[in-house]
């Protein structure tokens, strides 16, 4: 939705980004403020401040916006990014319950789709179907798109703490990865290959930092490799990680799909799991229960997470003041199965 050029010439307009970063607000709050949405309750202090950032950087709202703001259908959209993946399930259903308990309706979409396609955004966004959205980052070249998107409507960020002008929940990746290296350190293992996803990401690197950190305070070394969160991607970088570093005794993955790759990698080579290799998966997912042998998974409180962006999208959307960050309460848990073992297991099968 293009805004007025005001005194400026369209390709100069500022952006309401502009304007919330000046004023030290979100981007919803912003937008409320400017357009004069009647339920938002914010301090005198704070719409001053919104009010003179956008007089100070010549920023007018958009007219069709203001309209919009004031319409309500009672639907929220959740965005993923792999509508067949299998975190959407758990998160899914803690969305649709806590929705349903505020009845409201969910609207599920490709994050990617309304993100990098104009016309889907338009159909998906267009003509006040939403009264907000909860939109899963992740992406590193995702944060403009997601910032343009939260100056049309009460937008909430998972997965990227920090990096939107949006409100942002997630659940605590670093404690995730942490556990899955603790699980292996336990078993006494000092010899750890990490497999990630995309470089870069958020969700990839608190997942390593928790896990090299757990390493490194107990002397142990980390080799890592990255790919991208698919099977076939996790197949490919064990067997990197095995030429590479043949001593490794146990690997974390950064989730179960990876996880299940890795594992098929290892026994191709001639390592059985858990008597020459172990793996711990961060993620936790029902498939795992027919894994050869069954994969040990760090279970993430995502139908939590779900409940959490859902509340907070509503608070928001009602005008309450809502955290900019939230981490979920409920703290992952490891889920003991058959893919590990102490390394003297390694040292006999030898």
């Known amino acids: 939705m293009k805004r007025p050029a005001s005194t400026l010439t369209k390709a100069r307009a500022p952006k309401l980004a502009s304007v919330a970063k000046a004023a030290q607000v979100s981007i919803g709050l ?40 004031q319409q309500r259908t009672n639907v929220i959209g959740l965005a ?30 490709d994050a990617d789709e309304i993100a990098f ?41 998972f997965n990227t703490p920090g990096r939107s002008l949006s409100p942002g929940v997630q659940v605590d990746e670093r404690s995730a990865g942490r556990i899955a290296a603790e699980c292996l350190i336990e078993a006494g293992h000092r010899q750890i290959g990490f497999i990630g996803g995309p ?16 390493v490194a305070e107990v002397g142990g070394t ?76 760090v279970a993430l409180p995502l139908r939590e997470l779900g409940r959490c962006a859902v509340r907070t999208l509503i608070a928001y959307i009602d005008g309450e003041d809502v955290q900019d960050s939230e981490t979920v309460g409920a703290a992952p848990q490891i889920r003991p199965r058959e893919s590990v073992a102490a390394p003297a297991a390694h040292i006999e099968s030898n």
């Open 80 to 109: 993923v990014h792999d509508l067949a993946s299998t975190i959407v399930v758990d998160l899914l259903e803690g969305a649709r319950e806590q929705a349903t308990s505020h009845d409201y309706l969910l609207l599920l979409t």
């Open 30 to 69: 912003a937008s409320r403020v400017l357009n004069h949405d009647p339920t938002v309750s914010v301090r005198d202090e704070t719409r001053q401040r919104v009010e003179a950032a956008a007089e100070r950087l010549h920023y007018v709202p958009s007219a069709s916006a203001r309209a919009l703001r």
């Open 117 to 157: 396609h104009e016309s889907s955004r338009r159909l998906y966004l267009g003509g006040a179907r939403i009264d907000g959205l909860i939109m899963q980052d992740g992406h590193a070249d995702l944060g403009a798109a997601i910032d343009e998107i939260a100056g049309t409507l009460p937008t909430v960020v």
């Open 222 to 297: 980390m080799e890592t490799f990255y790919g991208d969160w698919s099977a076939p991607s996790g197949f490919a970088s064990m067997e990197n990680l095995l030429r590479s570093a043949p001593g490794t005794t146990g690997v974390v993955t950064a989730n179960v799909l990876i996880g299940t790759g890795a594992m098929a990698a290892a026994q191709a080579s001639g390592r059985q799991v858990p008597q020459n290799l172990s793996v711990v998966a961060v993620q936790d997912s029902w498939a795992v229960e027919f894994t050869t042998p069954r994969l040990t998974t």
């Open 199 to 214: 470089a870069g990401t958020y969700t990839n690197s608190a997942r390593l930092e928790g896990a090299a950190a757990a």
